[in-house]
């Protein structure tokens, strides 16, 4: 995929492109995850191309951070260093159960959202299970400008003064999407904002068609409900982008 924009330090194009690369570490070597015994590490991101060196290095050090967000120890190692750790970590564990029944797993999908001459916005889901009841998996996202590699954040798109109109529009979105009157309680409902009112989450991207926020699990709903994905279309925002 190639993206033009124009940058700040530069009149003419520049061409941003990237291509889909692969992670895949297994235990026992070979196996497949479609294997009932395989524990696996498996990560797609993109290679890219057309950034400036500094700016990329920022963007892969926010990525490898981001794939283990829960995970403190890991933080801001390199993904297949993350990879080799992952399956140590399991054949440890073997090693001091034997008779150990269950498998790891670790899944990670980074996807770029958005191309632009003022943000790329990446998205970064991962899910893993390392024993117990369930596993765990979460989004993130990773918004900066491509020329400078500084953070974009919603100031930088929408006008000063943007908190309240960009507030109302996504809870009006909000509750068409789950068919809930103006007048509904969130908390009966199964959403838990507090003061029963409801709170953007600071977790947030960039797509072509509009900013996407992304409640976790845990977040807002309780696990068995999964996690809560709002879009608010660009269309909607009206003047306030800037």
């Known amino acids: 995929m190639v993206v033009s924009c124009k940058t700040q330090r530069e009149e003419k194009p520049q061409d941003i492109s990237f291509e889909q690369k692969t992670i895949n570490t297994a235990y026992p070597e ?58 140590a970590s399991y054949i440890e564990v073997r090693n001091t159960i034997p008779d150990l029944n269950e498998v790891w797993y670790y899944t990670g999908d980074v996807t770029p959202q958005r191309i632009d001459d003022k943000v790329l916005s990446v998205a970064i889901h991962g899910e893993y299970y390392t024993g117990g009841a369930h596993g765990s998996e979460g989004k993130h996202f990773i918004n900066i400008n491509p020329s400078t590699g500084a953070v974009v954040a919603l100031g930088d798109i929408l006008k000063d003064n943007y908190e309240q109109q960009l507030t109302l529009q996504a809870e009006k979105n909000f509750r068409e999407k789950y068919k809930l009157s103006s007048t509904a309680s969130l908390q009966e409902n199964g959403f838990d904002f507090p003061d029963d009112a409801f709170q953007l989450t600071d977790n947030y991207g960039f797509t072509d068609e509009g900013i996407v926020f992304y409640y976790n699990n845990y977040e807002i709903a309780a696990y068995v409900n999964g996690p809560t994905e709002l879009v608010v279309p660009y269309q909607s925002l009206g003047e306030l982008l800037r």
């Open 30 to 87: 070979g196996c497949k995850s479609s294997d009932s015994t395989c524990t696996y590490f498996h990560v797609s991101y993109p290679q890219f191309a057309g950034l400036d060196s500094a700016v990329l290095r920022k963007l892969t050090a926010m990525i490898d951070t981001s794939l283990v967000w829960d995970n403190k120890e890991e933080r801001g190692k390199p993904m297949r260093q993350q990879a080799t750790e992952f399956i």
